[in-house]
């Protein structure tokens, strides 16, 4: 690794607008973005996935691979992506880092504690929730309902014994009993907010206007009404500042905010990525899981607050993915399989269909090579990708880094060259939820219809009602399918959302669809990575494959 001032000093950052967290780690001060703001942007490159399986397909690995790749073809290049939590990487998913030769380091330290951004977004949601709860106890002067506060307390950490409990027992001196719960950090509202917050000013604003509960009037009470936004703002001061590493190769990357893409908005900090463009010719980031979900919010969310412009869309695709998708068992994935395989295709061509025709944005496909597949296999899809004339690229940089990106990188350095680009967004801010909701269902997922329960017409009730109009729509939805039932794979036909809920997240500016079953608060599996993480007596942590 090189020295963190040596990715300092090439991005010509000053001595003032930086502190280091150690050897290889820095914060940049989030105020260098207003010194910046006279500098063009540079050409900013989306990397999503079709529906993935649940190991992942590697689009973290690309991202930073194909960063590497571009700065090996003499490109100034940023990567940006999130930051891990900790409950995947003791869970079932492992790091956040990507993995092979395309990783960004000291890949333990960012998978870690890293620079304590999670924890002081754990620390101000959980301030607000003792605020809240120490209101109720010294005689509730706002009235708030306790059988409708939307606020739970939070950790990073996945524990499904804290989905639902019961807190305040063991007398009055403890508090009042009522039910609660906790959900896993990166789900945290305030989570969502850092990721999108556009200065100090602005963060401390969509802190105040978090709904915390209904009063007994039916009126929602804010996070500002209990005068506890200053003290979570405070908390989150540096946690502002978007963090500088590296990748293997020295190819500079931000990772900073860490909300997820099934239950939030799923893409890294608006700020480290506004500032990303204003230091490089290109700046690659990646929105979580499929294009469905990370890439239809990173357009429709982020894109259009920070009102940013992408050049071009990466869709990473494994064989492996491909051939789960067309009925392989998932024991049987390393097996080669032209049937699964052929069967499997219209999952990719949806995907394709949702970058080119919905947002209408130049696309590179990056087959995403694994060891076990086979010629046969990767020509089958070859021929498949030829045949629709869609522009695509073998990647092999989990293997050998950015030299295996190249094929990768020049795609998509032609595609933003010779391709149309019609960005815009799906739907206007001025429609009705209902109809925001319809047209994400139809168009984006292919969905035959919506149908709203009874529960889920009250929440829209109580929305308009409240005055909330004119917000995009955050859908939380399985990441497993286009649907909203993970058992559906493929390319599902005439399928009906069922949507069951809706909630305002007023403080991060949008409105959080529920569809299906979606946790906000993962479990562990029977075998979680924890076990295979160990120290030795000198400090040296070891993780098993």
Known sequence: ?????????????????????????????????????????????????????????????????????????????????????????????????????????????????????????????????????????????????????????????????????VSGLGGKTNGVPREDGFEITASSEVMAILSLARDLEDLKERLGNIIIGINSKGDPVFCRDLKAEGAMCVLLKDALSPNLVQSQEGTPAFIHGGPFANIAHGCNSLIATKIALKLADYVVTEAGFGSELGAEKFFNIKCRVGRLNPSCVVLVVSIRALKLHGGAKKKELDKENIDALKRGIPNLLHHIHIINDVFHLPLVVAINKFPFDTEKEIKTLEEILDDNKIRYAISEVFERGGEGGIKLASEVLNAIKEEKNGFDNLYKLEESYEAKIEKIATKVYSAEKVVFSDSAKEDLERIYKWGFNNLPICMAKTQFSLSDNPKLLGKPENFILNIKGLKISAGAGFIVVYTGEILTMPGLPKIPSAVKIDIDKYGNIKVED
């Open 1 to 165: 690794m090189k020295k963190i001032k040596e990715i300092i000093e090439y991005l010509n950052i000053k001595e003032e607008d930086y502190y280091p967290y150690g050897w290889y780690i820095a914060k940049v001060n989030w105020r260098l973005l207003y010194n910046l703001q006279e500098k063009p942007d540079g050409k900013l490159i989306l990397v999503t996935s079709i529906t993935p399986t649940s190991a992942g397909e590697g689009k973290t690995t690309t991202t930073i691979g194909l960063g590497d790749a571009l700065s090996s073809l003499g490109k100034k290049t940023i990567i940006c992506l999130r930051e891990p939590s900790l409950g995947p990487f003791f869970g079932i998913k492992g790091g956040a880092v990507g993995g092979g030769k395309s990783k960004v380091v000291p890949d333990l330290e960012i998978n870690l504690h890293f620079t304590g951004d999670i924890h002081a977004v754990s620390s101000a949601h959980n301030l607000l929730s003792a605020m809240i709860d120490n209101h109720i106890y010294h005689g509730n002067e706002l009235k708030i309902d306790t059988r409708q506060i939307f606020w739970k307390r939070c950790i990073d950490m996945n524990d499904r014994q804290l989905r639902f409990i």
